[in-house]
């Protein structure tokens, strides 16, 4: 019998004056059984770097040919795709190719991974119809420091401000650089 997944409750305040977000809520998410905290870590933080109406947690790493996250508009197109830790070059195209206008974000915490996707990207033509990638890169030692925790229930007040991510996680303040490229 497999193992079930460990419900994790993340009490989110996200400030991001640049692209007008304030937000509270609390963040439910579903950790697989073989999906580390630092994963776990990432896909929040993702959530945290992209929100938007809509924006929905995927299932993480009990079904891998679906995204972290995604976005669908009110007729159930497709319309975000977040990959966070890998992602496969050739995943991604297929996946752009097959909605049009996706915006496809792959977020990273280790540099040679997110290189390794951008070698991938440099041997298409060009994007797929009118679809947009961008490829995040959050401080791993950010990202260290918050998946360091083990508690079931957390609370984080994020704050995106100039190419920087600060976070309240606990009582404990923690920054770290945040860099994004946009492909093509």
């Known amino acids: 019998m497999a ?3 460990t419900r994790l409750d993340y009490r989110l305040t996200l400030s991001d004056a640049e692209r007008g ?3 509270r809520t609390t963040l439910v998410v579903a950790q697989h ?3 580390t905290r630092e994963h776990v870590t ?3 933080l993702a959530w945290c770097l992209l929100h ?3 924006l929905e947690l995927g299932p993480g790493l009990s079904d891998p040919d679906v995204a972290d996250l995604w976005t669908r508009d009110l007729t159930g197109r497709l319309t975000t795709w977040v990959e966070c830790g890998t992602a496969d070059a050739e995943k991604l195209r297929k996946v752009m190719q097959q909605n049009a206008g996706l915006k496809a974000h792959a977020v990273f915490s280790d540099a040679r991974r997110r290189d390794e996707l951008l070698a991938g990207v440099q041997q298409w033509r060009r994007l ?3 679809s947009e990638l961008v490829v995040w890169l959050v401080d791993p030692s950010l990202v260290a420091a918050l998946s360091a925790s083990e508690a079931r229930r957390q609370q984080w007040t994020v704050t995106l401000v100039d ?3 600060y976070v309240e996680a606990d009582g404990a303040m923690l920054d770290g650089p945040v860099d994004v490229i946009r492909p093509g």
Do not use: I, K, N, T
């Open 52 to 54: 938007e109406e809509r």
């Open 3 to 5: 193992l079930p997944a």
């Open 33 to 35: 059984p073989s999906e």
């Open 163 to 165: 190419g920087h991510a």
């Open 42 to 44: 990432l896909r929040v």
């Open 21 to 23: 977000v304030d937000v």
């Open 128 to 130: 797929p119809r009118s």
